[in-house]
């Protein structure tokens, strides 16, 4: 069973800084893909960005392009989201997650999940 281990959430003034980090218990088929999503209270997932080991296969949403930046190092099996320029909107629960293969914007895809870590960005 892959564990996936969300940290860096909190709270931040609008237009600030974090980073959030996932740390992988192990690497195997159904790790292949990391991504992160995210969900905001009353509202369903929504997909952030995705990642393959080794730094390719790198998708953003349009909601966070040019804000967000997501990497990895593999040797840590570690992968990260920096986000910059921060907006309310971007108020939500972050989650990791990770997936071997299909779509990165289907929640379906993704195998295993992290338990999730709040961001709030205060106005």
């Known amino acids: 069973q892959v564990q996936l281990v969300e940290s860096g959430g909190g709270l931040v003034q609008a237009g600030g800084s974090l980073r959030l980090s996932c740390a992988a218990s192990?690497?195997?088929?159904?790790?292949?893909?990391m991504g992160w999503f995210r969900q905001a209270p009353g509202k369903e997932y929504e997909f952030v960005a995705t990642?393959?080991?080794?730094?390719?296969?790198?998708y953003y949403a349009d909601s966070v392009k040019g804000r967000f930046t997501i990497s990895s190092v593999d040797a840590k099996n570690t992968v990260y989201l920096q986000m910059n320029s921060l907006k309310p909107e971007d108020t939500a629960v972050y989650y990791c997650?990770?997936?071997?293969?299909?779509?990165?914007?289907?929640?379906?895809?993704?195998?295993?999940w992290g338990q999730g870590t709040q961001v709030t960005v205060s106005s």
């Open positions: 997650a990770s997936r071997g293969t299909g779509p990165y914007y289907r929640t379906t895809s993704w195998d295993y």
């Open positions: 192990e690497r195997t088929f159904s790790t292949r893909y």
């Open positions: 990642i393959a080991w080794g730094g390719g296969s790198i």
